[in-house]
């Protein structure tokens, strides 16, 4: 059973950074489609970033130049380094994960609804 923990969470200023972290165990990340999810007060959980088994990355518009997803497989740890923080970046961030395929490396890997292992989340709030 694939279990998801993340850290790394917490409050900080306008223009500030923070790495988040999402440990797998049960299985090796090596394998699968991971990505970063963001839920905000009122509105519906949205993709941030993703990352397939080759390491290839997209992120989200908003976040372009400011936030980079990675994957150490030799940790079983998928990170979110987030710089430059603003206001409209708070929320509860998620990681994610699945048994990568085809759907990885399409729109698919975009959808809260393809992925099946989900972490607890933790919180990010940036204050002006």
């Known amino acids: 059973q694939v279990q998801l923990v993340e850290s790394g969470g917490g409050s900080v200023q306008a223009g500030g950074s923070l790495r988040l972290s999402c440990a797998q165990s049960?299985?090796?990340?090596?394998?699968?489609?991971m990505g970063w999810f963001r839920q905000a007060p009122g509105n519906e959980r949205d993709w941030v970033a993703v990352?397939?088994?080759?390491?290839?990355?997209r992120h989200t518009d908003s976040v372009k130049g400011r936030f980079a997803i990675s994957r150490d497989n030799a940790e079983n740890t998928l990170y979110l380094q987030m710089n430059n923080l603003k206001p409209e970046d708070s929320g509860m961030y998620s990681c994610?994960?699945?048994?990568?395929?085809?759907?990885?490396?399409?729109?698919?890997?975009?959808?809260?609804?393809?992925?099946?292992?989900w972490g607890q989340g933790t919180q990010v709030t940036v204050s002006s």
């Open positions: 990352i397939d088994t080759d390491s290839n990355t």
């Open positions: 049960g299985y090796s990340i090596s394998t699968y489609c």
């Open positions: 994610a994960s699945r048994y990568s395929g085809s759907w990885c490396y399409g729109a698919s890997a975009l959808r809260v609804r393809e992925y099946n292992y």
